[in-house]
C-alpha cells in the first residue's frame, strides 16, 4: 500500500506544475491575439494607402456593353429581287454588291428619258430657227409697210390737182394701215419666241434641262437597282430573298461596321462626381477575358438616366415613392488599333474601370465625333452627264444648216 503522507506531500508539487503550464498558455494566448491584432491593424493600414492611392482613383462597374452604328440597308425603289450576293454573318467591303434587283423598267425608263431629251433639244432648236424666220419676216414686213407709207405720201398732192382718185388715194390709205398691222403682229409672233429664247441656249434652256433631269432620275433609278455597301463591315438580319417583290424603303439587311464601336457603360449617379471628359478607361471584354485589356477614353456623358428616356418613364410625383439610385449612361470611345488586333461586336458585355484622378476635364463634351459613321455618296454619275452631253450636240442642228437644207429643198422643187 502507498504511504498517504507521500501522497500529500506531492500533491502540491503537482497542482504548481499545472498552474505554471496554464499561465504560460495564457500569455501566449494574450501574445497571439495582440499579434494578430497588430497585422490586422498594419493590413487596414496598408488597405487605406493603397484605396488612397489606386482605388480612390477609379470608378468601375460591369453594367457597360459594346455599341455601334447599325447602318439599315434599304431599298429606294420598288422592284423584284433578282440577286443576293451576301448572307449573314458574312464580311463585306465598301463598293461590294449587296442585293440586285431586275433592272429592265428601269432600262425602258432611261430610254424613253433619252427619247424625251432627244425630242426636246429638237423643238428647242426649231425655236431658235423660227427666231430668225421671224427676224427676216419681220424685217420684210417693215419694207412693205415703208413702201406703203410712201405710196400713200406720193399719192396724197395728186389728189388736189386730180391726178389721183379718192378711191385710189384711200386704198393706198388702207395698205398703210394693213402693212401697219402685218409689222405689228409679226413683232409680237418674234416677242412670243424671243420670251422662250432669250438669254438661253439649246443646252441652258429650261425645256432641255428639264428633260435632262428626268434622264438623270431614270439613270438614278436604274443605278439604286444594285444595292452595294456603303462601308466595310459584318452582315446581319438579312431578311431579302431571290424573287421576292419590296416595295421602296423596305428594310432588306443591317450592316454592322466593327472598325467602329463603342462602349456605352451605365454608372451609378454617386460614382460620377469626379468623371470628366478626356479620362483614361481601362476595359476587359468577357468576349476575350482578363488576358486583353483595352483602352480608351470617356467620349460623353447622357443627358439623363435610363429611367428618364424608358418607354414608361417613372412618375415619381405619384404613388409610394421610394428613392432608387439612378444610372448614367457613359459614352467610352474606344482605340482603333485595338480594335483591328481584337475586333469586338456589338452587345458584348465589358468591364470599364475610369481613371478619375484629373477631374478638371470638362462635364459635357463640345467636339463633334471623332469617325463619324460612313455615308453614302451621292454624286453625279459621269456616264449620264457624258450621255446627256452627246444627245444635246447630236440633236442640235444650227439654223445655218436648217437654212441651207430649206434652200436645197427648194431648188428641187
Known amino acids: 500500500m502507498n504511504d498517504p503522507d507521500s501522497i500529500r506531500i506531492s500533491q502540491p508539487g503537482a497542482d504548481g506544475g499545472m498552474a505554471t503550464t496554464d499561465a504560460a498558455a495564457r500569455r501566449n494566448r494574450r501574445r497571439g491575439f495582440l499579434l494578430f491584432g497588430l497585422l490586422l491593424v498594419v493590413a487596414a493600414i496598408a488597405w487605406g494607402i493603397y484605396w488612397l492611392i489606386f482605388l480612390d482613383h477609379y470608378v468601375s462597374t460591369d453594367d457597360a456593353y459594346v455599341a455601334g452604328d447599325v447602318l439599315q440597308i434599304t431599298s429606294e425603289v420598288a422592284g423584284t429581287v433578282a440577286e443576293v450576293a451576301v448572307d449573314d454573318t458574312q464580311q463585306v467591303h465598301k463598293g461590294q454588291l449587296l442585293v440586285a434587283l431586275d433592272p429592265i423598267d428601269a432600262r425602258v425608263a432611261v430610254a424613253n428619258a433619252e427619247a424625251a431629251l432627244a425630242r426636246s433639244v429638237r423643238d428647242v432648236s426649231a425655236l431658235f430657227t423660227q427666231d430668225a424666220q421671224l427676224r427676216a419676216d419681220l424685217a420684210s414686213r417693215e419694207v412693205a409697210l415703208a413702201r406703203a407709207r410712201s405710196d400713200f405720201a406720193r399719192r396724197q398732192p395728186l389728189r388736189a390737182d386730180g391726178a389721183v382718185s379718192g378711191e385710189d388715194l384711200a386704198h393706198a390709205g388702207d395698205a398703210v394701215a394693213e402693212a401697219s398691222a402685218a409689222v405689228r403682229a409679226a413683232q409680237a409672233q418674234l416677242y412670243t419666241v424671243l420670251a422662250q429664247t432669250q438669254r438661253t441656249s439649246v443646252a441652258t434652256h429650261p425645256q432641255v434641262l428639264q428633260a435632262a433631269a428626268n434622264l438623270r432620275a431614270a439613270a438614278i433609278a436604274l443605278q439604286r437597282t444594285r444595292l452595294t455597301a456603303p ?113 469586338l461586336r456589338v452587345g458584348i458585355s465589358t468591364t470599364v474601370d475610369i481613371d478619375v484622378a484629373n477631374a478638371t476635364g470638362p462635364v459635357v463634351s463640345t467636339s463633334v465625333r471623332g469617325t463619324p459613321s460612313p455615308g453614302f455618296d451621292f454624286e453625279e454619275d459621269p456616264a449620264t452627264e457624258s450621255r446627256i452631253a452627246q444627245i444635246i450636240a447630236a440633236n442640235s442642228v444650227p439654223a445655218s444648216e436648217l437654212a441651207a437644207d430649206s434652200a436645197g429643198r427648194r431648188q428641187r422643187r
Open 231 to 343: 462601308t466595310e463591315g459584318v452582315i446581319a438580319r438579312r431578311n431579302v430573298q431571290i424573287g421576292e417583290r419590296i416595295a421602296a424603303g423596305a428594310p432588306l439587311l443591317a450592316l454592322v461596321p466593327l472598325t467602329d464601336l463603342w462602349v456605352e457603360a451605365n454608372f451609378k449617379e454617386v460614382q460620377l462626381r469626379r468623371v470628366r471628359i478626356g479620362q483614361p478607361v481601362t476595359l476587359h471584354a468577357d468576349f476575350y477575358g482578363s488576358a486583353v485589356e483595352f483602352h480608351g477614353k470617356v467620349a460623353g456623358l447622357s443627358a439623363g438616366s435610363g429611367s428618364a428616356f424608358a418607354l414608361l418613364p417613372a412618375q415619381n410625383a405619384s404613388g409610394n415613392w421610394i428613392k432608387i439610385v439612378q444610372r448614367i449612361p457613359i459614352r467610352i470611345s474606344l482605340d482603333p488599333k485595338e480594335l483591328a488586333a481584337h475586333p
